[in-house]
């Protein structure tokens, strides 16, 4: 074991998981009865693997989880993995971190020094990050019973810090747990997955995100069920769409795109005008357009898909002024600038001819 440097504490400082969340337990993770279940018997079982791989999509509570893992394992209360002998062999009923000991408390803070958080520098994970948290591991863990290092987007690992990532996994260090973050297994290095056990995070459902809004933000209850369809099973979406005055945005480019048939081509390239000013939100709006176009087309076969369900009435009206061939156009027109914007095109141009274009016909 090397000696502690006085840079070794800066650097975990900057490298431990910061608080701009509250944590809670596995209480708080929504509709994931099964990953709950699965973590909660790992626990009580007491035998853990060296790395989880926790896989689903962004904002369903992956880090949350293995927050609440990281408290368990450490908690005072429970002290499941005790570092002295345990007395008489008895786990303990509950697996839930207590949320009130040192231990729990100093997750809960971000400060505590044995829970380590990597994520990705950019778009990336380098070699760089994985070397440093090597350092690190070669030291013996401050204080925590099993030290926790939580790697997001491990998918994102370039070849070399995959690599690096590898030797570690391969000859894992006492009293260390890693649990990697992914949207899905088959996008990252075959061999690191197969040293970690899988668990997948489910998309939270519909009925749990409209429930979550409600409860949560009262003041855009009326429409709690429309944000829980755009979020598409993600908490963290709904969160952001609840509290960006999404709404707001979609009715604005709701409105616009019913007038469009109507506009001058001056009143149309204005509109692209002040949509491209707002660069971020762009992909958004292309999100929000084609749900317009999606709910319109499916009105009458598959009622039950449309997901601006607080606007019935214009999507009934709508569907029946517009032929499929018109809808397919306008998607279709769409989904072309949304590639062009991926590919770095002129954003101003592209969203000129597309207004244009979405203007044509009813
Ligand atoms: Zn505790």
């Known amino acids: 074991m090397r000696e502690r440097t006085p840079g070794t504490r800066q650097q975990i400082k900057e490298t431990v998981y910061p608080a701009e969340k509250p944590v809670t337990a596995f209480a708080s993770l929504i509709d994931q009865e099964r990953p709950v279940q699965l973590l909660t018997a790992v626990l009580s079982g007491g035998n853990l693997p060296h790395a989880f791989l926790f896989t689903g999509l962004e904002g369903i509570g992956k880090k949350t989880a293995a927050l609440a893992f990281a408290m368990s394992c450490n908690c005072m209360e429970l002290e499941l993995f005790p570092h002295h002998a345990p007395a008489a062999g008895i786990r303990p009923p509950s697996i839930d971190p207590c949320g009130r000991c040192r231990s729990c408390k100093k997750i809960i803070s971000g400060h505590h020094p044995d829970i380590i958080l990597i994520e990705p520098a950019g778009d990336m994970i380098k070699v760089d990050q994985i070397r440093a948290l090597s350092d690190r591991l070669a030291l013996k863990p401050y204080e925590a019973a099993k030290r926790v290092i939580i790697i997001r987007d491990a998918h994102k690992f370039n070849t070399e810090a995959g690599n690096t990532l590898l030797k570690t996994l391969e000859e894992p260090p006492e009293h260390t747990l890693f649990i990697l973050t992914a949207l899905q297994a088959s996008d990252m290095l075959p061999t690191i997955v197969s040293r970690c056990q899988q668990v997948r995070f489910n998309p939270i459902s519909r009925k749990f995100l409209a429930t979550y809004v409600e409860r949560h933000y009262p003041e855009t209850a009326a429409q709690a069920d429309v944000i829980a369809s755009m979020a598409r ?5 709904a969160d952001s769409m609840a509290q960006t005055r999404w709404m707001e945005r979609r009715n604005w480019i709701i409105r616009e795109m019913e007038a469009f048939p109507s506009y001058s081509i001056m009143e149309c390239l204005a509109f692209a005008e002040t949509l491209s000013k707002h660069k971020d939100w762009v992909p958004a709006a292309f999100e929000i357009m084609k749900n317009w176009l999606r709910d319109i087309a499916v009105y009458h076969a598959r009622p039950e898909k449309i997901i601006n369900r607080d606007l019935m009435d214009q999507i009934e009206a709508a569907a029946r002024r517009m032929t499929s061939d018109s ?29 244009i274009m979405l203007s044509k016909g009813n």
């Open 327 to 355: 809808l397919t156009f306008k998607f279709k027109a769409i989904e072309q600038a949304e590639r062009d914007m991926k590919s770095n095109a002129n954003l101003r141009l592209g969203l000129d001819a597309l207004i």
């Open 233 to 237: 099973g993600s908490l963290t979406c």
